[in-house]
């Protein structure tokens, strides 16, 4: 009877007694069914091994009561002790009988809440301002920020420097912060980063357009990315702010064609008429793209000299050549730069007959013509000649 009724009982886990402990502590089929014989249906108040382990060593203690200046005691007893160590913290404030009865007389002050842009308070008991001790209450937040505070959790966030791959900590407090004041996270730089931004300094750079002797400025933290971004020291190419401007006032323009006889046009960008502009120079005169495309595959030729009896040439250039074939016009024929000279270092002069004296023009042309030995230099004049011919004859 006593062995089958034992067996239908089953060993339960029943929760440890003390606050806060989540241990059980077994209760045998035995002991059930005693307490069962006893009339007591619900199993009783006990502490689980752990709890149990603690509690022996703790002893009953007196300590100074936490209001500054005050020289009361408070006794703790075993068990309440026991309580804070299981859930791990204590009370922030431990008061005499005396201060006790005092706070009790007083009413709880409110506190804004510490966190900036929170229009919150929380309640500051008596007990806690006697235990602080000072009129200026601590730093703290409010029952809602306190809340969204738990809930959150440090984080880290990549530096702001673009090229750079450190990370910096968002602390939850001001992610708190942050949120109560309605900001974006912010933008923060690693501490190398700024520790380096720290040693540079805004640096005064040339224009990069050719003329302008204007400057801009390459700021630090530009540096500081060019160095993340492994750029190397050497600044941008960039226009001074004047540059820039007057940039954005110039347009593209269409030119003509170098060689008149071509309608063809080509771009005249607002940097290039910037640059112009900024060297003192014109307009240039350009050959549009068909005819630079032309001109390119062209070859420069040497020709042979008009001159009869020179074996000079002159270069027939294929920038002529493209204006020939633009205007269609034949094949130019040239003296070469020998005949010219000879030409210029020999203007027309007047000879002597031999016969007479009567002047003769000897013209430049004439002149080349007997340094090449086709002709030779007048000697008589005509009517000189002619009688010379009628003696000769008769
Ligand atoms: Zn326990
Ligand atoms: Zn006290
Ligand atoms: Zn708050
Ligand atoms: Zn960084
Ligand atoms: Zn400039
Ligand atoms: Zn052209
Ligand atoms: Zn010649
Ligand atoms: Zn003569």
Known sequence: MRISLT???????VPCRVPGCRNTWTQTAEDILHALRRGEREPPKRMCARCEALYRDITEREVPCGRPGCGGTVRLGRFQQLVWEVRGRRPRELLCEECRSEAAAQDPVEVPCRVPGCSGRWLWKPEERLAWGREKPPARMCPDCYRIYRELEDVTRPCKVPGCSATVAYRRFDQLA???????PPQRMCRACAERLRQLQDRSVPCSVRGCDGTWTWTRFSQLVAERKGLGPEPP????????EELQRLQDRTMPCRVNACDGTWAYTAAQQLSDLRRGRKPPRRLCPECLERVKSLEDREVPCRQEGCEGTWTFTRFDQLLHERTGRPEPRRLCARCETFLKDHPPVDVPC??????MLWTSEAQLMAELGLWVKPDLCGECKAREVRQGAG
Do not use: S, W
């Open 237 to 244: 190419r960039r226009r001074c702010a004047r540059c820039q």
């Open 178 to 184: 942050d949120r109560r004041a309605g900001r974006r």
């Open 7 to 13: 067996a239908a009982v089953q060993p339960r886990e």
């Open 354 to 359: 031999r016969a007479c004296g009567t002047p």
